[in-house]
């Protein structure tokens, strides 16, 4: 750490640690509180004995997520409808030092995985995110969660049986989804039920989050049928004032739509064989604040 000052350590870290607190969360928001309070920790202690200022300060990180998620859990259970993750705006120009990393990252932040990240225990969770996410050794996740290493090897290998039993299995191909993001979009916004109806698979599930504050379906929707109707019905309300923007969220090709210039719904689909499996609907408004930028 010599000549550098202590804002200059923390923000070099920074992106680190908000991809680890966002994994552990779920929410953006709640995710930059954790870093701002572990800056605040940072700033405060003697840091002469720390020789490590990045596994120090994941360390900090981890412990704050781990005893927020514990906090939030118990307010997610009231939650009004379906719970979604938050989703962010990634940027496929943004690099990291190896094609197949950027690849594990980018799927460790899709919706498809954090939903499924939901039903781990926080310390699973951790665990989970550190190792799978992050490549950390096992042996540093244990200092971090002040575990045995053979206790955290445990804890990773259940969450990584469970992740791998209830995660879905779509294609990943950007081009494909970006192709078929495309088709949706212009099938629903013109009312062609039928080219909507042909691009939905047999059994299809729609999960909309609005967390009481906006229109969206309060159950799970399933069926091509039901699924297709639903949103044909939607797109012969039009919301006044609307556009659509193609971007990447959350590591995959998303639809963000704006009202009067301010976000107000994101849809992102998954897709397998070329049919859409899935469509993620996120109109809390709590959750969007993040994409105002």
């Known amino acids: ?19 680890v607190a966002y994994r552990m969360l779920g929410r953006f928001s709640d995710a930059e509180d954790v870093v701002q309070e572990a800056w605040l920790r940072w700033s405060a202690e003697d840091r002469g004995e720390v020789r490590e200022p990045r596994g120090y300060l994941v360390r900090i990180t981890t412990r704050l997520a781990i005893d927020r998620l514990r906090h939030v859990q118990s307010r997610r259970e009231a939650y009004v409808g379906p719970w979604l993750p938050e989703p962010i ?6 690099t990291v030092p190896d094609a197949a990393e950027r690849a594990e990252l980018m799927e460790s932040v899709s919706l ?3 939903v499924v990240l939901e039903s781990l225990s926080p310390l699973e969770r951790a665990v989970f995110v550190l190792r799978e ?12 969660l002040d575990r045995g290493e053979a206790a955290v090897r445990q804890l990773a290998g ?25 088709r949706f ?6 009312g062609d039920l039928d ?8 059994d299809v599930r729609l999960i909309g989050d609005s967390g009481g504050k906006a229109k969206a379906p309060l159950r799970v929707m399933e069926s091509a049928d039901k699924v297709g109707r639903f949103l044909y019905a939607v797109a012969k309300e039009p919301i006044p004032g609307s556009e659509f923007r193609l971007l990447e969220i959350n590591g995959a090709p998303g639809l963000l739509m704006l009202s009067d210039g301010k976000p107000d719904t994101v849809v992102q689909i998954e897709a397998r064989n070329g049919r859409i499996q899935c469509v993620y609907i996120v109109r809390n408004p709590d959750k969007l604040t993040a994409l105002t930028a």
């Open 89 to 94: 705006a990634t940027r496929s120009g943004h």
């Open 133 to 144: 996410a992050f490549g950390f050794p096992y042996g540093e996740i244990a200092t971090t």
């Open 185 to 190: 979009l212009a099938a629903a916004s013109g």
């Open 112 to 114: 498809a995985v954090l």
């Open 1 to 19: 750490m010599a000549g550098e000052t202590v804002t200059e350590v923390f923000e070099a870290h920074r992106s680190v640690l908000t991809g």
């Open 158 to 182: 259940r969450a990584r049986r469970h992740v791998d039993e209830r995660r879905p299995r779509y294609d990943v191909d950007p081009a494909e989804r970006r192709d078929l993001t495309e």
């Open 195 to 202: 080219a909507l109806l042909s691009l939905l698979a047999p």
